[in-house]
């Protein structure tokens, strides 16, 4: 055993005295042997065989640690194997569960399992009733090998279901372990004489010792001819519901992903492992079995109170976690750099903070060369401390899944193997079309990808679509040439009531970055009783740093579950994640309103974690949901309480990011530049700071001076619906328009409306790089922020970064902006100006509108049916212009365009102008009508 127990002076030398050159040098070529066999079970037949006396499996006893060989394991899982075999009459194929916490007798079973070709199903200790019934019969399980406290839940459901063949149990204390089976009759015969009644039960109930001294027994020759396509292991993935998925791993794609396994460079000799997470999960157990194939060790935890302990003991070369356990360690430096504050009070906190990271790098013991992060999204502050804390350990960012395998390296770059495509997420705001960098989920294929879920094909179908890509949820960002960053998570999402999409994990990893905070959940309350503008949040308080911070604040000794109810308690915590949110550039509604604080933390063993250590957002949801709900009533009613903190004056500011002294308080909100959805913004500022229903149509009628006059008397005034005959009126164009008789003849000269929108400003460029000689003429409104109208539309152009794809030439002899608003009558514009343009266009492109879902019909109509009018009026005079009018399929009706089975064409008939009834979608967005009409109005004038 003393090859890997070597001090580091002397395991700096290649050859120190008193060691053997072998262990070191021989890793690669037995690894490259080894790996060079077909099947698993050959591959681990000669790992065995080669690393014989080296120590393999290592755990905690009495605090001592104790480690079994290479030997010791094939000869135990050699007797447990023959054992079951004979015993039950299992062949090759037939599913074997394992239930247990991680121990050697974990890995004994499991290598057991691989010498006679059976499939193991590993299956987390907590799952339990409906949820393990039904996945133990989805995945064929025949025998199931568990803890001795878990028999009663196996046994209940062995009496209702014949499928079941037995059940064996893992003894408490390691008594399998502590029986030296390297000799003959090496089992008690006590264990031999139980077999006989254990076995006449229905299913048998056996302890793993009894089965392995039949086996020692009976010996049977293990099977390693098992076929490269056969199935070899069911992995389970729970995802946030916390109900399994069984995902399918062939013999040859295991063998695979163990033998690419790279977890071995040359300073990472020699390879010790540690076992912090169960088995059950796929990175787990493929790192134990890629560390077979290196003749490496590993060191198994006992629980979770001692795991620094345990770590230390084991001084594993590589630490690999997810980024909930690396939070945990950074949350007790955080904790401890505290608590040497408030004691070293004067002294440079960047010496306190330098000294402490040197204490902290020692807390994974001597060998640590490696740090690995994996399994969710890494935070840059997670990042950045983990470099700091251990210095001599290179810290990499692993990404993968069950599904998929391993998928990017730390920098984020795809492996070579794998394909990739981007898929719109819209309702988070992310398209594949974003720049600079394209944004969408992420799906892949590749040769390390499962074929879907055993005996699921729903959800096979639901998460490996038609084209064989898998979809991760994962939302990523291309920053390079196949370079990926994921920046959010498809799934989980809901809507607050101004219809804002929040996706709680990101929300969670930057709060949870707070000392005071433990775990975090961001939640929302019933839609149907609460209006939620912003996110709630349930928060489990770290118990020591909230304690600590109430003594240093000389406050009165009390429970610490009494300080989580105090006004001084929520106030603070409230500051550090407004804090928090300030440093992250969280919007204002991803900070949390209702506050819901627990003092019991969620774990797998209460089920509000899943068997993968993720929250089970689903039960938490619903357990919090009637405590949410108080929570909101009670932020409700502070909010009725606020006095007004703000100004109209400081609210328009903040909306359309000017200084409050350039607002002219006798000015509309339009003239300095407020549109349709700055307009929705200033209503929903209004409501949450100054709690006032904010009438939107008037900010396009009254001055500020009036509306704030509203604000103060507080008063609402509601909308009234066009009626019928307003409509019908409205549709129909005016009888003095008439055609020119002055036909159409050239492209040269261009009147271009709503250039200072996102259609026109790229229909502006296209026109100037498509008709190389033609000019433009751009009618813009002036608002009130802009000197002049040509800077509103260089600036529009510039924050769409258009503006440096038009030539400075092109713009000076090419584009003529003109000062007007297609509403008024003539544009507003001068006689004079407005002959000479008449005169001058050939070719009108009409897309100025108000596009508006929520403004009432009498303010649209202006921009939206007159002005469409006035463009045809204008086309007809002097000489005929060609009209180009831009419009949506939004002015049709969902059901409409169903009907239509989503063909439409220029012929369809727009809209009936008989006096028929208001179809009520229209009602509910007067934007609509207005779009409506434009249309006829045009099919009117082409019969003309």
């Not at 939070?327 to 401890?336: D, S």
């Not at 401390?385 to 993968?400: H, N, R, T, W």
């Not at 992420?442 to 096979?460: D, H």
Request: charged fraction near 25%.
């Amino acid at each position: 055993m003393h090859d890997y127990d070597l001090c580091p002076p002397c395991y700096e030398r290649l050859l120190p005295p008193h060691v053997t050159p072998e262990p070191l040098l021989s890793y690669k070529k037995v690894h490259s042997k080894i790996t060079s066999y077909p099947l698993v079970s050959s591959m681990f037949k000669a790992a065995f065989d080669s690393f014989a006396f080296r120590p393999l499996a290592g755990w905690i006893d009495e605090g001592e640690v104790k480690w079994l060989s290479y030997e010791q394991v094939m000869g135990k899982a050699i007797d447990f194997g023959s054992g079951l075999v004979k015993l039950f009459g299992l062949c090759p194929g037939t599913h074997v569960a394992i239930s247990a916490s991680n121990s050697p007798e974990w890995v004994i079973a499991d290598v057991a399992a691989i010498f006679y070709s059976l499939v193991v199903v590993p299956i987390h200790v907590s799952l339990s009733g409906e949820p393990l019934e039904a996945y133990l019969r989805r995945t064929d399980v025949s025998v199931v090998i568990c803890e001795e406290n878990a028999l009663p839940k196996f046994a209940h459901i062995a009496q209702t279901n014949s499928f079941l063949k037995a059940i064996i149990s893992i003894e408490n204390g390691h008594k399998f372990l502590n029986i030296n089976n390297l000799e003959e009759d090496s089992y008690p015969a006590e264990y031999m004489e139980s077999v006989n009644l254990l076995m006449k039960s229905s299913p048998p109930v056996l302890p793993m010792t009894a089965v392995a001294a039949i086996g020692e027994k009976v010996m049977v020759d293990p099977y390693v001819n098992q076929e490269k396509s056969s199935l070899f292991t069911i992995v389970s993935t729970s995802g946030s519901t916390g109900t399994p998925k069984g995902s399918k791993f062939t013999n040859q794609l295991w063998r695979a992903n163990i033998s690419d396994f790279k977890l071995l460079t040359p300073d990472l000799l020699p390879l010790v492992n540690i076992a912090m997470g169960s088995f059950v999960h796929i990175s787990e157990r493929e790192v134990l079995h890629s560390t077979i194939l290196w003749g490496g060790r590993i060191g198994i935890t006992s629980d979770l109170d001692n795991l620094l302990v345990d770590i230390k003991k084991f001084a594993p070369s590589e630490v690999s976690s997810t980024p909930r356990f690396w939070n945990v360690v950074m949350g007790e430096f955080e904790k401890q750099l505290f608590i040497q504050k408030t004691i070293q009070v004067g002294t440079d906190e960047s010496l306190i903070r330098k000294q402490l990271l040197k204490e902290f790098s020692g807390i994974l013991g001597h060998r640590v060369q490696e740090i690995g992060v994996g399994g969710a999204a890494v935070s840059p502050l997670l990042y950045k401390f983990l470099k700091e804390c251990f210095p001599s350990a290179s810290v990499k960012q692993g990404y993968g899944s069950t599904e998929a395998g391993s998928i990017a390296d730390s920098d984020g770059k795809l492996y070579y193997f794998v394909q990739h495509k981007l898929i719109d997420v819209p309702e988070l705001g992310y398209f594949s079309t974003d720049k600079p960098f394209p944004r969408g989920e992420l799906c892949i294929k590749s040769r390390a990808m499962v074929e879907g879920y055993y005996n699921q094909p729903e959800e096979t179908a639901q998460s490996f679509d038609e084209e064989g890509f898998f979809h991760t949820g994962d939302v990523v960002e291309l920053i390079g040439e196949r370079q990926v960053k994921i920046i959010d998570r498809s799934k989980n999402i809901f809507k607050l009531s101004q219809g804002e999409f929040i996706s709680p994990e990101p929300l969670e990893n930057i709060y949870q970055t707070s000392r005071l905070v433990d775990q975090i959940l961001i939640t929302f309350g019933d839609f149907t009783v609460y209006t939620q503008t912003c996110v709630s949040a349930v928060i489990v308080p770290h118990h020591d740093v909230v304690m600590d911070w109430w003594k240093k604040g000389g406050q009165e000794e009390m429970d610490v579950k009494l300080i989580f109810q105090t006004t001084l308690f929520l106030d603070y915590l409230r500051e550090e994640l407004k804090s928090i949110a300030q440093k992250h550039g969280v919007r204002s509604y991803e900070l949390p309103g209702a506050l819901v604080i627990d003092t019991e933390r969620w774990t797998i063993q209460n089920g509000f974690l899943t068997t993968s250590g993720k929250k089970c957002r689903p039960k938490l949801n619903m357990y919090y949901r009637e405590r949410v709900n108080d929570a909101l009533s009670k932020f409700s009613e502070e909010l009725e309480k606020r006095k007004m903190q703000f100004s109209l004056m400081e609210l328009v500011s903040k909306v359309i990011n000017v200084p409050e002294s350039s607002i002219n308080k006798n000015g509309r909100f339009v003239d300095v530049g407020g549109d349709s959805l700055s307009a929705i913004r200033l209503v929903q500022l209004a409501k949450q700071e100054l709690d006032v229903d904010l009438p939107i149509e008037q900010l396009y009628q009254k001055n500020f001076e009036e509306l704030q006059a509203l604000i103060s008397k507080k008063v609402t005034i509601n909308e009234t619906l066009p009626t019928n005959e307003d409509l019908y009126h409205d549709a129909v164009l005016p009888s003095d328009i008439q055609p020119n008789t002055i036909r159409f003849e050239s492209f040269s000269n261009v009147l271009l409306t709503g250039a200072t929108g996102f259609l026109g400003a790229f229909i502006l460029l296209e026109i100037l790089k498509q008709h190389k000689e033609c000019k433009v003429y751009c009618l813009v409104r002036r608002n009130q922020n802009q000197p002049s109208s040509q800077e509103r539309l260089v600036a529009v152009l510039k924050k769409l970064k258009v503006w440096d794809d038009i030539p400075r030439d092109t713009w000076e002899n090419r584009v003529v902006v003109i000062e007007g608003d297609v509403s008024k009558s003539d544009f507003g514009l001068p006689k004079q100006t407005l002959h000479e343009l008449e005169s001058t266009v050939d070719v009108i492109y009409h897309c100025g509108a108000m596009v508006n879902s929520v403004l009432p019909y009498h303010l649209l109509k202006p921009h939206n049916v007159d002005g469409t009018i006035n463009i045809i009026r204008f086309s007809t005079q002097q000489k005929q212009k060609l009209i180009n009018f831009i419009s949506t399929i939004s002015i049709f009706p969902p059901r409409d365009i169903m009907r239509m089975n989503n063909k439409i064409t220029e012929h369809h008939k727009i809209f009936n102008t008989t006096k028929a009834k208001v179809n009520q979608f229209h009602l509910n967005n007067q934007h609509l009508p207005t779009q409506r009409h434009n249309e006829n109005e045009q099919q009117d004038y082409r019969r003309l």
